[in-house]
């Protein structure tokens, strides 16, 4: 048993009830969709835009929220190959122009979409979140990032984690260098419709991405979201597929990169 586990985020709970009871989850209500709303805006691109975080939840930090478009129910699973690179291409240079600005000791980037992912808004967007504080990566082990080989070209690797940090089926899209984004881009695409679409055929509504930055690579791990195990909740336990089914979701993920 190890004696010390990563710090924890101070949550700031009083500015969280605000957020629920004044927008509510509903298209009219909308922050995202309600220009009026958006204030302390960093950059535009298209319908794109990446702004400050009204409601900060976590101290110390530097919360913002990247738009990925104007309509109200898209998504990535849903749009466009064009749309979706010229999205992947905005978040990372927003991301790092704030890990340029050296003012965190972390800036991480992460999705959540459907209502098993964590988040409160329909609005398709990304998060941003720099800390002052606090090592995101601490707990992160780079043999959560290796696992059973789907597809590999050029710079670009695709796995399952065989050591996943939660469980149970995590995708690892990898990137060598900063060419071929608009490679990883389609490969995230493709991988969150598999999820969405197909997984267990298509019972899976919620997923997260996260991103890291990595020893020179920069990395995104798909999550399909589920009720989450009490094996981990109690136990940092993660859970892992057979090795059969393993081998079964690479071959109809291969299938669809
Ligand atoms: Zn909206």
Not at 162 to 174: Q, V
Request: proline share 3%.
């Amino acid at each position: 048993m190890i004696t010390h586990t990563h710090d924890p985020l101070f949550f700031n709970a009083s500015i969280n009830r605000v957020k629920y009871s004044k927008n509510g989850s509903s298209d009219k209500n909308c922050p995202f969709c309600d220009k009026a709303q958006q204030a302390n805006i960093h950059r535009i691109q298209d319908d794109m835009v990446w702004l400050d975080n009204k409601f900060t939840t976590i101290e110390k930090s530097q919360m913002t929220v990247l738009i990925e478009s104007a309509e109200h129910e898209g998504d990535i699973v849903t749009y466009d190959q064009a749309k979706n690179r010229e999205l992947f291409k905005f978040a990372f240079s927003c991301w790092q122009e704030m890990i340029d600005s050296k003012e965190y000791h972390s800036v991480i980037m992460f999705k959540n979409f459907g209502p098993m992912s964590g988040g409160s808004l329909r609005h398709p967007h990304m998060q941003i979140v720099g800390m002052a504080d606090v090592d995101a990566y601490e707990e992160i082990g780079t043999d959560n990032f290796v696992g059973l080989e789907v597809r590999k070209f050029e710079n670009l690797e695709v796995n399952i984690s065989e050591r996943p940090i939660m469980g149970l089926a995590e995708i690892n899209i990898i990137l060598r260098g900063d060419e071929n984004l608009d490679a990883f881009a389609d490969a995230v695409q493709a991988s969150a419709r598999y999820y969405m679409n197909d997984f267990l055929d298509g019972r899976c509504d919620s997923y997260n991405l996260f991103f890291y930055r990595i020893h020179g690579k920069a990395i995104c791990k798909i999550v399909p979201r589920f009720l989450t195990s009490p094996y981990f909740i109690g136990y940092k336990i993660p859970q892992v597929f057979t090795d059969e089914r393993m081998q079964e979701i690479a071959e109809e993920l291969r299938a669809r990169l």
